[in-house]
């Protein structure tokens, strides 16, 4: 019998999926194929979708079913981790209220599991990124939402619903957290000190051109994040905190105000031991993390 060495990790998002081929090493091998999801009409499109981009790994890599063990998938969510239903998700309309995980089961013949992407991206970054090994993880998602997970001893804190660690919708100041710490955050953290209107990728630009007005907005935004993670860095205790997502390009720009304002509320002990990263893996991270899914105990 052909021993399955690989797993399929599955990137998927509100206009494309991409997939890579994952070895028990967590190396992704060879080249990671994207595929459109946005011009999809519903989920059994979107599972044709993903079926496609399996077959084209195999292909490339002259495999068969029997040598992958299995496909993870990292999902817009909310959804259940536990059966792969999809709930009211909002980044991909096409899967709301949908059973992508017991679909693709079908359709693939391959095991399948399903997960928030937040979720998929910080156990890639314990798997093979910053956090490599380490028992208590905390991780957070900047871009156009924000994600944020706890990877605890190796698998993903899920709590009864699967809804662990979902906080961006808690209440923060005027508004929720994702109102403050995501790309929309940052626009509206320059209107509020400065009184006009920047796009998020201008603030970007101009503060890495040695704006003032930027530099002093993301100096805020920095501190933001910091008091949006911190009731939660008390809760776990993590040895290290690691970002991604689209807004962490500026990491430069705002780390400094992040950590300032983080250590400065946490005992002594913990600042000696707790460490603030950027990923270095980027997008990879959620499909290594997806792959990570076979691997990972379901009753933590």
Request: charged share 25%; net charge negative.
């Amino acid at each position: 019998m052909t021993e399955a060495t690989y797993a399929i990790g599955v990137d998927l998002g509100g206009t494309k999926v991409r997939l890579g081929l994952v070895n028990e090493r967590y190396d992704v091998i060879g080249e990671t194929p994207r595929l459109t999801t946005y011009d999809c009409q519903n989920g059994d499109e979107v599972v044709a979708r993903i079926y496609e981009g399996v077959n084209i790994l195999l292909e490339k890599n002259s495999l068969t079913k029997e040598n992958i063990k299995g496909i993870g998938v990292g999902s817009p969510g909310p959804l259940d981790p536990y059966t792969g239903y999809i709930k009211e998700t909002l980044n991909l309309k096409a899967i709301r209220n949908y059973p992508l995980g017991k679909s693709l089961t079908e359709v693939t013949e391959m095991r399948v599991c399903v997960d928030n992407d937040a979720n998929c991206f910080g156990l890639g970054e314990q798997r093979a990124g910053k956090a490599k090994g380490k028992n208590h993880v905390l991780v957070g998602t900047l871009g156009t939402g924000f994600g944020f997970a706890y990877i605890l001893k190796g698998n993903v804190l899920h709590g009864a619903t699967g809804t662990a660690t979902e906080i961006g919708l808690l209440p923060f100041k005027d508004g929720i957290y994702e109102d403050y710490v995501t790309g929309r955050g940052l626009k509206a953290t320059y209107e509020r000190l400065f009184g006009d209107m920047l796009e998020p990728k201008e603030i970007s630009e101009r503060a890495f051109q040695g704006d003032e007005k930027c530099l002093k907005t993301f100096d805020e935004y920095g501190q933001n994040v910091a008091y949006t993670v911190l009731p939660f860095v008390a809760l776990v205790d993590p040895e290290i905190l690691v970002f991604g997502g689209s807004v962490s390009v500026n990491w430069p720009f705002f780390q400094k105000s992040l950590k300032e304002t983080l250590y400065k509320h946490i005992f002594p002990h913990q600042r000696q031991v707790l460490t603030i990263e950027k990923s270095d893996l980027g997008e990879i991270a959620a499909i290594i993390g997806a792959a990570g899914l076979l691997d990972m105990d379901y009753s933590i």
